[in-house]
């Protein structure tokens, strides 16, 4: 879609879900989701009296689990462009005594200063945004000097699970949405923004050219899902 659409399809999108949107996940990934960010909170290695910030938080589950390692000492953010999504989030995380700083901002335009936090993390959130390089450049610019980013996003899948990969994609998941979130768009989006998506080594390339070095990819379920990691120089 044109650059100038995408904020507007997105905000739509996520108004839509955001009440349905931990079943749907639970649905969609089999509950495997729950395992990738998992592995990607091993892959960020927090440490106690660490200030992280988690942009995209969505429902909040990166923040808890990354929230949890920091303690005692330290701090998580959490961000998001859409009211609705981090509303829910923070509410979550209030439910479970985790009371975190919240801000609504665009990840292309992050309101912190520069050298700021020890880690940054992203889940699932990276390809909803119109200009992923500006937003990488960001998240690279709040980091200190060692500092370390952590994207954990879906990717390119192993091309002999290519055909069975799209027809879920394209028919189970809109029929799912349908079901279960009222609205067969939202998910038709999310299926068609993963296609577009950078796959795993364009992905690691451009957190090379934001300035992160030893960038490293990790593929999961046969590269349904993939891992990057890159250091602040």
Not at 12 to 37: P, T
Request: aromatic share 8%.
């Amino acid at each position: 879609m044109p650059a100038e659409n995408k904020a507007d399809t997105v905000k739509r999108v996520f108004d839509s879900v955001a009440e349905r949107y931990d079943v749907m996940n639970d649905l969609m990934s089999l509950g495997l989701h729950r395992a990738w960010k998992a592995f990607a909170i091993s892959i960020a290695r927090p440490r106690a009296g660490e200030r992280v910030l988690d942009i995209a938080t969505g429902s909040g589950d990166l923040a808890l689990a990354l929230h949890r390692k920091v303690m005692p000492g330290g701090e998580v953010w959490i961000t998001d462009i859409n009211r609705r999504m981090l509303e829910r989030g923070r509410d979550r995380l209030l439910d479970r005594g985790r009371d975190l700083p919240a801000v609504q901002c665009d990840a292309e335009r992050l309101p912190f200063p520069g050298a700021h936090f020890d880690c940054v993390t992203v889940g699932f959130g990276l390809r909803n945004m119109t200009r992923k390089d500006a937003a990488l450049a960001e998240m690279a610019r709040v980091l200190k000097p060692g500092g370390r980013l952590v994207v954990l996003e879906f990717s390119k899948v192993w091309k002999p699970l290519g055909r069975a990969y799209d027809w879920y994609s394209f028919k189970v998941l809109p029929w799912l949405g349908d079901k279960v979130a009222g609205d067969a768009g939202a998910y038709r989006y999310l299926a068609e923004s993963i296609r577009l998506h950078p796959d795993q080594a364009a992905l690691a390339e451009m957190l090379r050219a934001a300035g992160l070095s030893q960038v490293e990819v990790f593929n999961l379920a046969a590269g349904v899902v993939a891992v990057h990691r890159g250091y602040r120089i």
